[in-house]
């Protein structure tokens, strides 16, 4: 799998946006960027996308933001289909699957 540049993932982003009618900040972009890199460096390659399993908590301290921010992008993300979360814990609703959408970060 080739990894399409930052400024192809962001064009996917902002016609997903447009098509959902999402309002994509260049935080909520940059987010999936540096999602991305985590996911190649400590989540797994599934049939669905790169998918790791961590809170907002963890994701926030991994990648140097505010849990509000991850909660966010993430949410504005989902939206527009280039991220999927799942609870994987629904007792406690701590342990999430986030996915990321391949459509979004293959080069074509």
Avoid at 64 to 71: L, P, R
Avoid at 82 to 99: G, M, P, W
Wanted: glycine content about 2%; proline content about 1%.
């Amino acid at each position: 799998m080739d990894k399409a540049t930052d400024f192809e993932i962001f064009m996917k982003l902002n016609t997903a946006a447009k098509r959902t009618d999402v309002k994509l900040t260049y935080t909520n972009k940059l987010f999936f960027i540096r999602l991305l890199n985590l996911c190649t460096l400590e989540g797994e390659e599934t049939k669905e996308g790169y998918k790791i399993r961590m809170s907002a908590l963890e994701l926030a301290d991994k990648l140097d933001i505010s849990s509000k921010m991850v909660i966010k992008s993430v949410d504005t993300l989902v939206a527009c289909g280039a991220v999927k979360r799942y609870v994987t814990n629904k007792k406690l609703q701590e342990s999430y699957d986030t996915i990321l959408t391949p459509q979004f970060y293959e080069k074509e």
